[in-house]
């Protein structure tokens, strides 16, 4: 078997992959932000990372580049 072929099929090992991957974007999100000179508190920075919303993230994400506040980068 080589290493990166095996499709995972259980739900258990989905929903863990799922998560690690939206820790994930979470992380690249923040540190977009963060350079961006963006000030994170703790209370959005807890939203940021417990969403599991791929997409919300995405989009969060794409904002991100161009925005001039975080109310842009969130609404």
Do not use: N, P
Request: aromatic share 6%; charged share 30%.
């Amino acid at each position: 078997m080589q290493a990166g072929t095996y499709e995972w099929k259980s739900d258990f090992a989905l929903k863990h992959i799922a998560e690690g991957e939206a820790r994930g974007e979470a992380k690249l999100l923040l540190t977009v932000l963060e350079t961006r000179g963006f000030t994170i508190d703790d209370d959005l920075r807890e939203r940021i990372t417990t969403c599991q919303d791929h997409e919300q993230l995405h989009t969060w994400a794409r904002r991100a580049t161009t925005a001039e506040s975080l109310d842009e980068v969130l609404s």
